[in-house]
Structure formats: C-alpha cells, structure tokens
C-alpha cells in the first residue's frame, strides 16, 4: 500500500512532528534566555556546560528548575486533556472536569481557612491531596451509576462535583479574607515562585500518569470507535475507564499541585494536536502534551518578558490570551475533526 | 411536453474548493424512480444532495418542478421534496412514532403542532414500512435494519411528491432490501411519486428502477433504461470490473454476475 | 388506539404529553409556593395568608411597604433570574446537541464579567475611562460587554453558515480571552475592589430593586414566545443539519435566533444579578431528567431555574442567617440532586 495519498499524508505527519520538535526547541531556548534578565544564548550553553560564572545563579537557580517545570506541567496537562476528551467523547472536556483542578483549590483554601497553612509546600501536597479526593468522589458516582459504557452521566457528574466544590470555595473566599488573599494568588496559574521541594515527589506522579496514559491510547483508539465497538475488540470497560481516569488524575492532580490550576491548555491543546496530527492517539497524546508543553513555555516566557522585572505576568492570564487567540485562528482556519 | 421533476441546469459542485462536477446538467422526470450509480467517490451522494438543496451549487441552478430551489422558502421545498441523508443522528430517548412524527413538521403551523392528520399519516407510513409492533420502542433499542425502516417511515410520513434517498438499503439483510425497493415501487405506483435514490447494488437498482444514471469521472458516463445502461463495457468503465450481464430469470431485468480476473491480473498495476 | 395522541381545539392543536404537562404544572406550582414563603421569611415574619393578601392589595400598610418594597423585588428578580437561565441553558444544550454547552460557552457572562470587572477595578481606581464606565453603572456595562463579545463570537464563527460546534471551540477561546482579562485585573487589583469584583463575580440578589427587575420580566415577555416558535426546528435539530434542512427548516437562521435568544436572555439575568452560575446547566439536565423527554424540555427547564434560584436564595437567607450570594447556594443545592438523578436514572435503566 503506497498510494500518492498515503504518502502525502506520511508526509505531513513527519512535517508535523519535525514542527512540533522546533517549536519545543525554540520554546525552551527563548524559556532559558529570556526574561526581566536577558541572557545570550551562547552565555546559557557556557553556564550549562560549565557552571561557575556569575549568571549560573540565575540559570540554574531559576531558568533551568521554571523551564523543567514548564515542560513538565505543560505536557501532563496536554496529554490529560486529550485523555479526558478521548474517555468522555466530548471536545468540551478538560483535565478540570472531574473535580480534579477544583478539588485542589479547596484543599488549599481549605488549609488557608482552617489550619493557616500559607507556605507554598503545604499548598502543593494539599492540592495533590485534594485533586486525588475528588477524583475518587467523580469515579466513585460513576461507578454508583452502573453505567460505564455512556460517558455522558460521566461528564456530567464531573461537572455537577465541580460546580458544587467552587461553590465551597467561593463561600469560604468571601467569607474569610485570608483565604481570599491565598486563592486569588493561588487560582491564577503561574510557574513562577513556586516552591519546588514537592518537584520529586509530583515529578514521580507524574511519570506513573504518563506511562499509564500511553498504555491507555489502545483503549482510547478502539473507545472512539463506541463501547460497542470497543467490547468486541476485546477492551474491558471498567479497566479501560479505570486506567484513563487514573492517568488523567495522576498527571492533572501534579500539574494542579505544581502551578495552580492552569487552564485552557488541557482543553485546547488536543484540538490543536488533533489538527496537526489526527485522530489516532498513539500519536494524539505526545502531540498533545508536546503542544501543551510549548504553548505553556511561550506564554510563561512572554508573561516575564511582558513584566518587565517588578510584575510578571501570571502564565494563566497570557495562556488565556494569547492562547486565546491563537485557537481561534486553528479553529476558524482548520477544517474541524470532530471527535 | 410534462415538466421535469428535478432538473440540475450546468451545476458545479464540491466541497471546501475540491470540485467534484463542472456545468452537469440532469434532469429528472416525473413519476419515475431513478437510480445514481458508480464506485465510490464518483460524486452520487454528491449530486444527490444538490437536488434535495443540502449542497448549493458554486455555479448553475437546481430547479425543483420548473423553479429554482434558492427562490422556495425551506418549507416549501420541504412540503415538495423528502430526503433521507446517508447518516442521520439518532435522537436519545425518542420513540419510533416520535420520530415519524418529525417528518410532519413541514405540514404542521405554530398554533397545531400536531394534528388528527399528522397521526393519521405517521400510523400509515409505520404501518406500510412493517414497523407498527415497533412504534412505542425507543430508537436506541433498535437493531440497524429496524432503525433504517423509521428512517425510511420518517421521509414517507413528510409526504413529499419527490422522494431522494440517500443508501435506503445499507443495514439491511436482503430480504429487507427487498422490502423496501419494493416500498419504492409501491409508493412510485400509488402515489405516482419521483423517486430518485443512490443504490449499490447493481443487480438491485437494474430491478427497481425505470432509469439508471452511472456517474463517472466528474460526469454522467451512460444513462437511460437498464439493458440500456448496465452493459460489460460500462462496468468495466465505471467500476473497473469484468462481469457478465444477463437476464434475470425472476424479473428479466439485467442480472451482473462478476467475474474472476485472471490470475496474472490478480493484482492491479498501480 | 390506547394512547391519546393528542388534543384538537380548533385553532390550536397539541401533542398530548401528559408526563411533560404534569411536571411543568407541578414546577409551577412549586415556583408559587417557593415565591411566597421566599416573601414570608425574613426578620419581620408574616403568615403564608398575609403575603398573599397583601400582594392582592388587601394587606396592611407595614406589611404592604414590606412585601412590595423590600421582598417582593428580590423574589421577583429570584424568579426572572431562574427563568431567564433556565431557557437559556435549554436552547443552548439542545442546538449544540451537547449537555455541557451553557450560554456562558457563547461568550455571554465572560463579557459581561469583563464589562463589570473593568468598571469596578478601573473606575474605583479613579481612571477617566473606568470612572465614566461605572457612571453607566455595572449592569449596563456588563450587558453591553456581554452582547459585544456574544456578537464577536458569533462573528467568528461564520465560515459560509455557523456550524454548531465550530461556534462552541470559538466560544471557548474567546471566553478563556476575557477570563484572562479578568483574573489579571483580579491579582492587579486593589483588595477592597478584588472583593468587590469577586463578589460580583459569584452572583448575588443582594442588591436587587425592582429597575432590575424590570427589564428581565420584559426580555422575558418577548423571549419566551419567540423561544416556543423554535419548538419544532429544536426536535428536528436533534437528526442532524441534512435532515433538518430536508424537512424544511431554514437551519441558519433559526440558529441565529436561537443563539440571539439565549444571548439575550443570559445577558439580562448577568446584568442583573451577577453571573450566577451553573442555574444555566443544572435546571435543563433536572426538567430532562423528571420529564424523560429526548431534550430539555423549554418551558419546564425554565421553572426548574426558577425553583432553584428562589430556594437557593430563600434557603441561604433563613439557613444561613448571613447574606451568601445566590451563585454559590444554586450549586451546593443543585449539584446533589442532579447527581442523585444520575444515579438513579441509570440504575432503572439497568433494570
């Protein structure tokens, strides 16, 4: 099987690909170099390779750990994005609908509200905590329903846990002024002063979600043909949802606890991926996280260099923008793969 | 002269700038049950669709009985012509006489939603599409042979003088298909209905129709009565097929029997 | 034939549905006797039988200043509130053909969140541009901020005709746009006008009068009849645009005045309460649920809105004691229920 057709389209896949790798390259260069502080690209690579002038402070104390961060925080949310709308069949599925993103912040306002905790670790293992807890709470109303095979009761208790835990969270906000003071900073997603003694352990939550996100994609391919479908090619329902529903916890639950609960990539970054490489979530899912990634770096980078030194800009606030605009553009000029 | 039913006048069709057809013009007359066929990709559905308005044309007029279908309101042309869409969504939770009873809308007013009529009319094409024992299920409960009969009763209960349908017989095992062709028949007989239809089955669509068009290429490759049509030459043409064409022994029309390639042919040179 | 089909009336004729009839009358009724005790409650106490002779103009003086001045506007706003969301979050769900499409994924309540949070932030800091915004006052600059970015949205999504979900993705961005917008000026505000942004932000009858009631009863009066002639091209919607068209409906336009409907709709509600969320989601899924119809049923998802917005806000003022904004009460009591309708629905099914 050769046909011109076929070959196009290889083609454009490997196009696609050697795009994406650009972009992250670039991404991560321009993460490294620019900033309040510019750095010479050459400076970087000397202060990499060789660390003892006076700019490795800044490179390896706060550009390398931001840059790693963003990959990472990126990539999770971008593969957990593609996961949820894969599991769920609906293109209006992000990593936050089954509570996950939701359930963090209430851990942290909660620990705020109740116990004064304000330090950045205590938020971060709070949020992991309370992203697991949610997530148990959705699949465990999935499970009462019985009825594993229709994602749509799915979604929509998803949606039902989400708006009663913001619910929560919005009560204790205005009730109580420090809490506010501690979400409001919270809730805007940013990479930057964050703490990162919790890096090894989400970092380690974060793998267990991926690998079990690759293992998924078989499952997700044949899910997309109906549960049906699925069933006769030989998926387990339960264990197909049970896997999935893991991985989107596990990578969304340390990206949440890592940056705060970053919208829109998870959301959007698998139609962009869906556009540039299809529908086959072998491929679906690296494409996504790598576009998640980039699209995370560029908007942080952008937010510092905007900030010009006093002020950053939070990454959520120019994600939301900037990405804002660039999906729009993908959705007006693309022709639209539904799912 | 009669006017014709449906007339393509020099259309040009496509979709999102990949043209399939430049200047066809096909009329169709009235009362008559017509058949596109062709491989796949050769633009039936395509065509299809520009007659029932579903694809408006980039140059050229689709005129249903004489006017142009832009200048009809879509209810007008609806009261005129039904189609059945090659793959229509099924609604959740809706009943087999529900959904017939949405092929009434283009009949029914703001102030009557409903009518003794419109009930009427749905228990009839319930009724002569074999689905009567059925028509309290719910659509999701249906198997694909079922599920396309309440299709097929949805576009008989709109009531149309000009009936398109896109695969009527997809799903559905041959005594099914027999079925409803000759629900076709009937329907075309009784009712003097125009029928135009998009059919695989070559054997099938030479039994049923009074005039077949085979689409080839971005243009009509042969049209006209059956014997006329259906010929080793232009199957070879049109699907890149040897066969044999002979009489039916049932009905007379013309019966393809393919044939083996011979084994150094077996596989094609591309 | 057992079933009865239908009901001729000469003029008008309607398809019998007697579960969709009964639960409607039912939310009806439950809407009344919400709204009454919603004015009976509160710190002056008045018996069931006062507020409704009072409201029929038989009542004494006290109770009458009372009932019409002070309770009668936040009820009332309550109900209109509810409605308005209600049918917006039904059309909106059933065109899209997707139960989680709410109005707000028509750019909506980001704009008018955007529109109010500029004029409080940017007015309160004492900017000529903000200052002059919030002379408008906040509702007018959340209305004409949410019909703009409903408009920028719609516009967008124009590619030879509106695809449904072409318009939803675009929705989204434009709504994470303004949401962006928004949250910086949040962390760049001062705390008093965060508060105070964030306050507006979570939707509250608080501050209702009745110059907010007003123009929701007459969005209302117009909407709701325009929303019925929609009725049936909404059925056909549910097979697909070829199969709409094919049975003679003009699917663009009524797209158009769909989305224009539920726009509107959702824009009056924003514009006077605040973005009360989730009321748009919830009340079509419930009606859907209790009346068993293929789609949110219009009118009974309304009065689900409504009961749910007047009980929230009834339930926060006598529960709490406190002022808890109406937002946050729709989901604690709202979320619940539409999850226990999920668990008990499917397992019926199974059976």
């Not at chain 1, 260099?305 to 900037?322: K, S, W």
């Not at chain 2, 229509?88 to 939603?113: C, E, K, S, W």
């Not at chain 2, 009527?168 to 095992?173: A, K, Q």
């Not at chain 3, 109010?116 to 600059?141: E, H, N, R």
Request: proline share 5%.
């Amino acid at each position: 099987m050769s046909s011109p057709a076929f070959a196009v389209a290889r083609r454009v896949r490997v196009d696609a690909w050697v795009l994406l790798g650009l972009a992250l390259l670039l991404a991560v260069v321009g993460s490294l170099t620019l900033g309040s502080n510019p750095v010479a690209p050459g400076t970087v690579l000397q202060a990499l390779l060789d660390p003892s002038t006076d700019t490795d402070a800044v490179i390896w104390g706060s550009r390398v750990p931001r840059t790693l961060l963003g990959l990472l925080v990126g990539g999770c949310l971008g593969v957990a994005g593609a996961l949820m709308q894969g599991q769920t069949g609906n293109p209006l599925a992000d990593p936050g609908l089954f509570g996950v993103s939701s359930g963090a912040s209430l851990a942290v306002v909660l620990g705020a509200y109740l116990l004064g905790f304000n330090s950045m670790t205590a938020s971060l293992f709070l949020a992991l905590g309370g992203a697991l807890v949610a997530s148990v709470l959705v699949f465990g109303i999935a499970t009462l329903s019985r009825d594993l095979a229709n994602p749509v009761p799915l979604a929509i208790a998803g949606t039902a846990v989400t708006a009663l835990l913001n619910a929560v969270i919005s009560f204790l906000v205005l009730t109580n002024a420090s809490s506010l003071e501690a979400f409001r900073v919270w809730v805007v997603g940013s990479l930057g002063g964050r703490a990162l003694d919790a890096l090894p352990p989400a970092l380690a939550l974060a793998l267990v979600g991926l690998v079990l996100a690759f293992a998924n994609a078989r499952s997700l391919n044949s899910l997309t043909l109906g549960t049906e479908l699925a069933q006769g090619l030989g998926e387990t329902l339960w264990r197909a949802r049970l896997v999935g529903l893991s991985a989107i916890t596990l990578t969304t639950a340390s990206a949440v606890a890592l940056a705060g609960p970053i919208g829109f990539i998870g959301l959007t970054a698998p139609h962009a991926a869906r556009a540039l490489v299809g529908g086959n979530h072998f491929r679906l899912l690296p494409a996504s996280g790598l576009v998640g990634a980039v699209t995370l770096l560029v908007c942080d980078t952008v937010g510092r260099v905007i900030g010009g030194g006093q002020a950053e800009v939070p990454v959520g606030v120019v994600l939301a923008t900037l990405g804002g605009v660039a999906f729009i553009a993908i959705v007006r000029r693309t022709k639209l793969a539904a799912l | 002269m009669t006017m014709p039913a449906l007339v393509a006048d020099r259309v040009t069709l496509g979709y999102d700038g990949h043209v399939v057809f430049t200047g066809l013009t096909v009329q169709i007359e009235p009362g008559t049950v017509t058949t596109l066929i062709g491989a796949n990709g050769c633009g039936k559905s395509t065509l299809l669709k520009a007659f029932g308005r579903l694809l408006a044309p980039s140059s050229g007029v689709v005129r249903l009985e004489g006017t142009p279908v832009r200048q009809l309101s879509a209810r007008a042309v609806a009261r005129r012509l039904a189609i059945l869409p090659q793959k229509p969504l099924t609604p959740a939770a809706t009943t087999v006489r529900d959904l017939v009873m949405r092929g009434r809308h283009p009949h029914q007013t703001l102030l009557r939603p409903w009518s003794a009529e419109d009930a009427a009319k749905v228990a009839e094409a319930i009724a002569s599409t074999g689905m009567t024992e059925l028509a309290d299920r719910d659509v999701g409960s249906l198997s694909g042979g079922q599920l396309q009969r309440a299709w097929i009763a949805l576009v008989l209960a709109q009531d149309a003088p000009v009936i398109l349908l896109d695969e009527p017989t997809t799903f559905l095992d041959l005594s099914h298909q027999l079925e409803v062709l000759r629900l076709v028949r009937q329907i075309n007989a009784r009712q003097g209905s125009t029928i135009v239809m998009v059919l695989h089955d070559l054997s099938l669509a030479a039994r049923y129709s009074d005039r077949l068009i085979v689409l080839h290429e971005g243009g009509v490759l042969a049209d006209g009565a059956p014997w006329d049509v259906i010929t080793p030459a232009v199957l070879a043409t049109a699907f890149g097929l040897e066969a044999l064409v002979m009489a039916d022994p049932a009905s007379g029309r013309p019966l393809v029997v393919p044939l083996e390639p011979a084994p150094d042919t077996a596989v094609p040179a591309i | 034939m057992s079933r009865r089909q239908g009901i001729d009336l000469g003029v008008i004729a309607l398809p019998w549905r007697a579960r969709v009839l009964w639960i409607t009358l039912g939310c009806a009724v439950l809407v009344l006797g919400v709204f009454t005790f919603g004015i009976a409650a509160g710190s002056a106490r008045m018996g069931v039988g006062d507020v409704w002779t009072t409201l029929l103009g038989a009542g004494s003086r006290t109770f009458g200043f009372i009932v019409f001045e002070l309770r009668l506007p936040r009820a009332a706003a309550g109900i209109a509130v509810g409605l308005c969301l209600g049918l917006a979050g039904a059309l909106t769900q059933t065109f899209s053909r997707n139960p989680l499409a709410t109005p707000d994924i028509l750019g909506v309540t980001s704009g008018a969140a955007a529109g109010a949070v500029v004029a409080i932030v940017i007015g309160g800091g004492g900017y000529s541009v903000g200052a002059s915004l919030l002379g408008l006052g906040i509702p007018v600059v959340a209305t004409i901020g949410g019909l703009l970015a409903a408009a920028v949205v719609y516009g967008l999504s124009w590619r030879q005709g509106v695809d449904s979900f072409r318009l939803i993705l675009i929705g989204i961005g434009v709504t994470a746009i303004l949401g962006g917008l928004t949250n910086f000026l949040l962390v760049r505000a001062q705390l008093t006008q965060a508060t105070a942004a964030t306050q507006w932000m979570v939707g509250s009858l608080s501050g209702v009068s009745w110059a907010s009631v007003w123009p929701m009863l007459v969005v209302l009066a117009v909407a709701v009849p325009f929303a019925l002639t929609q009725t049936a091209p909404l059925d056909l919607g549910q097979l697909g645009d070829d199969f709409s068209t094919g049975l003679g409906v003009a699917v663009q336009r009524h797209r158009l005045l769909v989305i224009v409907i539920a726009v509107v709709l959702t824009s009056a509600a924003v514009s006077a309460a605040g973005p009360v969320e989730f009321v748009a989601f919830v009340a079509p899924q419930v009606a859907r649920r209790l009346t068993r119809t293929p789609r949110p049923p219009l009118i009974a998802s309304a009065l689900v809105g409504a009961v749910l917005v007047v009980t929230a806000d009834v339930g926060a003022r006598v529960a709490f004691g406190t002022e808890i904004p109406v937002g946050i009460v729709t989901a604690i009591i709202g979320a619940p229920y539409l999850i226990w309708l999920i668990t008990r629905h499917n397992r019926k099914e199974r059976r």
